[in-house]
Nanobody, 122 residues
Framework: QVQLVESGGGLVQAGGSLRLSCAAS????????MGWYQQAPGKQRELVAQ???????NYADSVKGRFTISRDNAKNTVYLEMNSLKPEDTAVYYC????????????????WGQGTQVTVSS
């Protein structure tokens, strides 16, 4: 079994900052790409930022220059540093990881965290 546990969400004023964390645990052989997605009420879940196992990053245009994704491979943890937050950043943020694990044999699967609420007030 593999679990992703997120932390760090909350309520912040516009212009403020938050740092999200997501730790993976369980039967992990290796972790490939890790990422953060946001889902606002009534909208589809969208990619915010992604980081590969070698550290290459990709960002949604709406967060470029404000958000920074990073990872600590020794801790199986991915972070999202969010600065200059705007009310339109308000959403539930989900962590995702592509993980090599095992059961009867080795396989790769996509795992999601439970989500953490980020609310930015104007």
């Amino acid at each position: 079994q593999v679990q992703l546990v997120e932390s760090g969400g909350g309520l912040v004023q516009a212009g403020g900052s938050l740092r999200l964390s997501c730790a993976a645990s369980g039967s992990i052989l290796s972790i490939n790409a890790m990422g953060w997605y946001q889902q606002a009420p009534g909208k589809q879940r969208e990619l915010v930022a992604q980081i590969t196992s070698t550290g290459a990053t990709n960002y949604a245009d709406s967060v470029k220059g404000r958000f920074t994704i990073s990872r600590d491979n020794a801790k199986n943890t991915v972070y999202l540093e969010m600065n200059s937050l705007k009310p339109e950043d308000t959403a539930v943020y989900y962590c995702n990881a592509i993980i090599d694990t095992w059961g009867a044999s080795k396989y790769q699967a996509s795992y999601w965290g439970q989500g953490t609420q980020v609310t930015v007030s104007s």
